[in-house]
């Protein structure tokens, strides 16, 4: 299980990058973590003749936050944004999301932007891109451009991301003083990409729930949001009923897809659980008694 | 160079893939090395380095026999190239003991509670533990098992692992290292 | 004979083996590379079943760092197919080469061998051999094993039923059907378990080693059995012409002799075993296919030519459970090509290899009947199982050993009036079916799933009708219905009623109550066996008539010049700790400090032969007994010269720590390497024999355990596991616990986790560990083990066997619990395995898709 032969690169300046990007395109492939891509490659799925590693480039392990919102450069690693304090405080949801990803040992090399790069379905991070609203900014030789969440994920492991393109920033906006999150998730083993899993958030006001979203992974073809669900929460107090009414509409929506770990129906009630388990965990981090 | 290192270096240039020059430090000595870059970290480690400590059971990321510390952090030397650790500090199974000889801690442990028994699993668990401790040194018992759930063991069912583990925290809560 | 003791055994002495290990300078077989050493890789069919129509390696052999390619044609020139090995009346073993090259019959059949620089260069060069292949239908499950319509596997086979054979057991004066129809109900059930892969986590691996100078091999091997990888190794490579052999027979006089001589004395102590092998096992097989014979002749007429033997070396192993007991194909074609070569060869099997074609083990249907009154009284059973063998039979053994033993087993630890079994195995194609730790494990799963059953519609508990069915102490001495020998050490009942003790059963009661506000449900599931662990004198008799001589075990201990100890065992540990065992027991009778204690294993150059092993449960028994008589033998040689020496009675001599003196007196004392000097001896040798105790050999146990069924997910936990178990007289119980411990989590994985999956037309679907699940720390529980220790009357070297045990109890144990748990929705469990999905279907919760 070895990886085929590829030129290997290792630019020291993001331009340098994004040059051997522009002059190799389809036939380059982006090195951040590694923790999928050389799996990949060991398996000989992945073949890249060309493979540009980002890790010479000073400057992109970087998290700011300016206003309340909090940006990550694309070698921020899941570990390191799982101790942020920054992170903490003002992106919780993030540091809600990072010990489900994977093991430590994985977290400690994997990159929070290649989780969103790579897109894969199962994973926790594209949940938490398209439940947040966040901007993602896409940088290639010819500048940049920033992609909305919702536009981003495009198929199984398909973005809108370009081949020249490096997925350059994820900015996750202002944390409202009013949200509650949770992330929840069913796998086979500790650690595994989950069967199914949900984020949730949820702004509360008054005990009134002012703005919802349900954001499920392992559950299609991309992480997906299912809307009905979150409005028919809008406007009503965070309670069982409410949750499970939103369940029931999740579990009716969503057909995800089986394979040898569980059938489409499992699937189906397992998000169906998850999302009262989730608005549930929400709620009860700010003690609402649901 | 032996005959058979240049022949080999030969037929991987003609590949087409990438020579790289890595420099890194494995326990404490400065190391480098000239291989092809679709290498990985472990191949380098057993092979170049002949550090054979560091076992391979997967090599695609699951079971955790491949761990070493860079920088002070677990990581996959499967799911690394070796080029990524140009300039990094790896810890291997064969850095734990002194100088002298003298067991790490969690050595000790593992030996005192028979932690393992074909022992293919034991480098990464060893690694692992030697990260856990280094941030939390009393972890409960199910944060112990959280932590190495990275990590398989096909002998034990764990048990006499964590019973090892725990038995470290005491070895290093009295000091003797 | 006052045996004096330095007292280790009994004791959790630290293992021997960790100095190296855990360190990191073990010796496995990956960190073993020769100069000059090419790297092999194999290429494997992408097919469950294809006609190769062409091969073409001419790019690959161009490619960079290549030395050499073999496709199966090649190999076929220079190799003999694995013959049948343990024929059996009503069975066909189809013979097979190292590579195929005409028909591929699994995903991951082997077709050619890459011999290259690097292992990276060899993939490299893999991928350029270009193979045409017609696919042909597949034979996927068990159903179409058996289906007369589906294309057969195997040329010379009569469809895809290899073996068709019904066992009877009726020593009362009623027929089976008598009983049957005389018990006042029969309750029928069929039962089926899915294919397990034992995956040790340590792959395959060999390194054939050349000297360049005498061409001389040495295969560094992580096998169980190094003398039956050297001989059958050297038996099936190095073809050559009648001619040849002939020529190299008439040259090499001595070693002829040498040859005949071995092979004459293996014939005489074996001659019954083979007498019996040949009548009607070898009539079945020869009635479908004659070609053994020429093989046999030409593989024993090459074996005599040959100039040269390989030896093999196998040092640390990274588990076994069963996987590395067989000899591979693998393993044939690189002797093979380092022969051809002449230069050394190593093969490090990566995990997707592994997962394809390391070992496959327990698919099974059983459909189980049991008669039995309406007071709870079994009367008699009948199987009917089925083997899904895969494509390849395991060589030596596999499905018709597993077969074999249920065969004996299935009774359990009951009394039957009357008992019937047809086996049948089926060829199918997936990966070879191999030994899995305790391999006829599901007999005890089926019965024990079974009883449980049969408790529940005549109402009792599943306590209670095994406390009623068990054979009790008061029936002892007697006999299984199946012929082996029961004394009062086959203690299950009393194991079970231990187990009963130490559950809590009110307190599970409240715990059940409780949780179903969570929607959680509790269930508690028992399971009682006995194993035979090496089973008593006779049982291997019943299994497979002419089997029992090559359980023999050979020790030899030495004392050498130096004063220092070391012991030789051809028991190959892999996990066991034997270093550790053996050393305990070594230490005890020659009164030295286990650290003075060196065992010697694994090197055919230096061990004595067996051709088994490890494996059967043999290396504290026998192993361990052989050690302990070769050990007192050389005691015997030290207090003889030390009494003359010291001119003191034999009686009066001790040993303590190293020192040889008069009772009492250690300043009168000498050391071994004193008291060779100064006797002017060589040091001092012994080698024991020894096939095991004359009465005990069983090992028993019951597991007990309570689950907790979460049913918003499917998800199983385990609140309590316990397993009582008799092993009789420990040697460590660290190391016990250990093996019990193991087993367990198995047996979890087995039910919970893991499955080898194959889809409708055989294409493997659990090819990495993303998707065969192997559980981890966070779902395998904490398991208490509670020991017995029953001593037979016979006293001494009780040992017995304690590797497999943990593994045959725990799916049992765990179905059970889980049907307890959900018979609120009156769910039956037929499946071994119940992920999520299966756990919420059986419950009603969803609906199959
Ligand atoms: C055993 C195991 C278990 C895992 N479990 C989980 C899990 O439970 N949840 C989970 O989310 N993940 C899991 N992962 C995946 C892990 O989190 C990966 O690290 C992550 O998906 C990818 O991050 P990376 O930095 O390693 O990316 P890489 O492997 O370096 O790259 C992945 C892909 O993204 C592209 N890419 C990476 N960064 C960029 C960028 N900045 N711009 C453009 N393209 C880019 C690469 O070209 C490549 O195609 C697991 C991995 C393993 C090995
Ligand atoms: S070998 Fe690296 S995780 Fe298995
Ligand atoms: S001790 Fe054998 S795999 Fe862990």
């Not at chain 3, 855990?22 to 050493?37: F, M, Q, S």
Request: proline share 5%.
């Amino acid at each position: 299980m070895k990886a085929p032969p590829f030129i290997y690169h290792r630019p020291e300046t993001l331009d340098d990058a994004l040059a051997l990007l522009a002059e190799h395109g389809d036939e380059a492939k982006v090195l951040a973590g590694g923790q999928s891509l050389i799996p990949l490659m060991a398996l000989r799925m992945g073949r890249p003749a060309h493979v540009v590693d980002l890790g010479a480039i000073d400057g992109l392990a970087e998290i700011t936050e300016a206003d309340g919102a909090v940006s990550l450069g694309p070698l921020v690693r899941h570990e390191q944004a799982n101790r942020s304090d920054v992170i903490a405080q003002h992106a919780p949801l993030v540091a809600q999301t990072m010990p489900h990803v994977a093991h430590r040992a994985i977290r400690t090399q994997g990159t929070v932007l290649g989780s969103i790069a790579h897109g894969d379905p199962a994973a926790e991070m594209p949940a938490v891109v398209i439940a947040t609203g966040a901007t993602l900014t896409a940088t290639s030789s010819s500048g940049e451009r920033t992609i909305a969440a919702a536009e981003f994920f495009e198929g199984y492991l398909d973005t809108a991301l370009r081949s020249d393109e490096i997925l350059t920033d994820v900015t996750f906006p202002a944390w409202p003083s009013t949200a509650v999150s949770s992330v929840v998730e069913v796998a086979r083993r500790h650690g595994d990409y989950a069967l199914v899993g949900v984020v949730t958030t949820l702004d509360i006001t008054d005990d009134i729930v002012t703005d919802a979203a349900l954001a499920y992974f392992g559950a299609a073809s991309t992480a997906i949001r299912v809307s009905a669900a979150e409005q028919s929460l809008i406007g009503s107090s965070p309670s069982r009923e409410a949750f499970d009414a939103a369940a029931t509409i999740v579990a009716a929506e969503l057909a995800p897809p089986a394979d040898i770990h569980g059938s489409t129906a499992y699937r189906k009630h397992l998000a169906g659980v998850l999302t009262t388990r989730g608005l549930t965990a929400a709620v009860d981090s700010i003690g609402v008694p649901a | 160079m032996t005959d058979t290192q240049s022949s080999r270096l030969a037929a991987e240039t003609a590949t087409g893939g990438s020579i790289v020059d890595v420099s890194f430090t494995v326990n404490g000595s400065a190391t480098s090395v000239t291989v092809e870059a679709r290498r990985t970290l472990s191949d380098v480690i057993r092979e170049d380095c002949e550090l054979t400590g560091t076992h391979l059971g997967c090599e695609h990321g699951v079971c955790g026999a491949c761990t070493v510390l860079v920088d002070g952090q677990p990581s996959r030397s499967c799911l690394m190239l070796a080029a990524q650790a140009e300039g990094r500090d790896i810890t291997t199974i064969e850095g734990l003991a002194g100088p002298d000889g003298e067991l790490h801690p969690v050595q000790q442990a593992m030996m005192d509670a028979h932690g393992f028994q074909c022992a293919f699993c034991s480098p990464g668990f060893l690694m692992s533990t030697v990260a856990l401790l280094d941030e939390n040194p009393d972890p409960t018992s199910e944060e112990i098992r959280e932590e190495l759930s990275g990590n398989l063991c096909r002998c034990t069912g764990y048990q006499s692992i964590v019973d090892g583990v725990e038995r470290a925290v005491k070895i290093m809560k009295g000091g003797s290292k | 004979m006052s045996a004096n003791t330095s007292g280790l055994v009994g004791q959790s002495v630290k293992r021997v083996e960790d100095d190296r290990l855990l360190v990191g300078n073990g010796r496995y077989v990956a960190d073993v590379n020769p100069p000059g050493v090419l790297h092999a890789v194999f290429l494997r069919s992408p097919l469950a079943h294809a006609t190769i129509t062409s091969i073409d390696a001419t790019a690959a052999r161009r490619a960079p760092g290549v030395v050499a390619i073999f496709t199966g044609s090649d190999m076929e020139a220079i190799t003999h197919p694995f013959p049948p090995f343990a024929m059996q009346p009503d069975l066909y073993t189809p013979l097979y080469y190292c590579l195929s090259s005409t028909t591929v019959r699994m995903v991951g059949d082997p077709v050619a061998l890459v011999l290259a620089e690097s292992r990276h260069l060899a993939e490299d060069a893999l991928e350029l051999i270009e193979v045409d292949y017609e696919p042909l239908d597949t034979v996927a499950s068990i159903a179409e094993g058996l289906s007369p319509t589906k294309p057969q596997l195997w040329e010379k086979a009569n469809g895809n039923v290899l073996y068709d054979h019904v066992h009877t057991f009726a020593p009362g004066n009623e027929s089976v059907d008598a009983v049957f129809a005389g018990a006042d109900r029969v309750i029928t059930e069929r039962l089926s378990c899915p294919r397990q892969s034992n995956q040790p986590m340590e792959t395959r691996g060999s390194v054939v080693e050349v000297d360049p100078d005498t061409g001389h091999m040495t295969i560094h091997n992580a096998t169980q059995s190094s003398h039956m990888l050297r001989w059958i190794g050297a038996a099936l490579t190095g073809k050559q012409s009648t001619r040849e052999a002939a020529k190299g027979i008439i040259a090499n006089k001595e070693r002829r002799k040498a040859f005949l001589a071995g092979a004459k004395s293996f014939l005489k102590e074996n001659a019954e075993g083979l007498k019996a092998q040949d009548n009607d096992g070898m009539k079945s097989q020869l009635k479908a296919d004659k070609s053994f014979l020429k093989h046999a002749n030409l593989i024993g007429v090459g074996l005599l030519g040959k100039d040269d033997y390989p030896d093999v070396v196998a040092q640390d192993i990274g588990g076994g459970f069963g996987a590395k007991g067989s000899i591979a194909r693998e393993d044939v074609a690189l002797i093979a090509a380092a022969g051809e070569l002449g230069r050394s060869v190593k093969w490090i099997e990566d995990r997707v290899e592994n997962l394809m074609d390391g070992g496959q083990a327990r698919e099974e249907d059983l459909t189980l009947s049991i008669a039995v009154d309406d007071d709870g009284t079994f009367r008699g059973l009948k199987v009917d199982l089925v083997i899904d063998q895969g494509a390849y039979p395991g060589f030596p053994v596999g499905a018709p050993l597993a077969s074999a033993i249920m065969k004996v087993m299935f009774p359990g630890s009951y009394n039957w009036d009357a008992f019937e079994m047809r086996s049948r195995i089926v060829a199918t194609n997936k990966g070879k079916y191999v030994a899995y730790r305790g391999p006829w494990a599901n007999e005890t799963w089926a019965r024990e799933r079974m009883v449980d059953i049969v408790a529940r519609a005549l109402k009792m508990s599943p306590a209670e009708i095994r406390l009623k069915n068990l054979i009790g102490d008061d029936q002892m001495p007697t006999a299984m219905i199946t012929g082996p020998k029961i004394d009062e050490t086959m203690s299950t009942k009393k194991t079970l009623e231990r187990a009963l003790e130490l559950l809590d059963i009110d307190q599970f009661e409240r715990d059940r109550d409780t949780a179903l506000a969570e929607n959680h449900y509790l269930g508690l599931g028992i399971a009682s066996y006995h194993e035979a662990a090496p089973g008593p004198p006779g049982y291997w008799e019943c299994v497979n008539p002419g089997t029992e001589t090559l359980l023999n075990e050979e020790a030899q201990a030495t004392v050498e010049t130096d004063g220092s100890v070391v012991v030789y065992t051809s028991q190959m540990p892999h996990g066991q700790s034997h270093e550790t065992t053996y050393g305990q027991i070594v230490a005890d009778e020659l009164g030295v400090a286990i650290e003075d204690v060196k065992l010697v294993f694994g090197d055919t150059r230096r061990t004595p032969f067996s051709i088994l092993g490890t494996g059967g449960s043999r290396g504290g028994p026998i192993g361990g007994g052989a050690m302990k008589y070769a050990s007192r033998a050389v005691r015997e040689q030290l207090v003889d010269a030390a009494s003359k020496l010291l001119e003191a009675d034999v009686a009066d001599i001790e040993i303590v720590n190293g020192n040889v003196h008069v009772a009492g007196v250690p300043a009168r004392g000498v050391t071994f390497a004193e008291l060779i000097a100064q006797t002017a001896g060589d040091g001092f040798e012994a080698t024991r024999s020894y096939r095991g105790k004359g009465d005990g050999g069983w090992s028993v146990a019951t597991h007990a355990c309570i689950v907790d069924v979460d049913l918003d997910t499917g998800k199983v936990t385990f609140p309590r596991y316990l397993v009582v178990e008799d092993c009789g007289p420990i040697i460590n119980p660290a190391i016990v616990d250990g093996q019990v411990r193991g087993g367990v989590a198995q047996g979890i994985g087995a039910v919970l986790y893991e499955r080898a999956t194959y889809d409708d037309d055989a294409n493997l679907q659990s090819a990495t560990y993303m998707d065969y699940l192997i559980p981890t720390s966070m779902e395998i529980p904490e398991i208490e083990v509670h020991h017995m220790e029953t001593l037979s009357p016979g006293g001494e070297n009780d040992f017995r066997g304690v590797g497999e045990g943990g593994m045959i109890g725990a799916p049992a144990a765990i179905t059970n619990a889980i049907e307890d748990a959900l018979s609120p929705f009156g769910a039956r469990i037929t499946s071994q395995y119940l992920p999520p999905t299966k756990i919420l279907e059986l419950a009603g919760v969803i609906s199959p898709d």
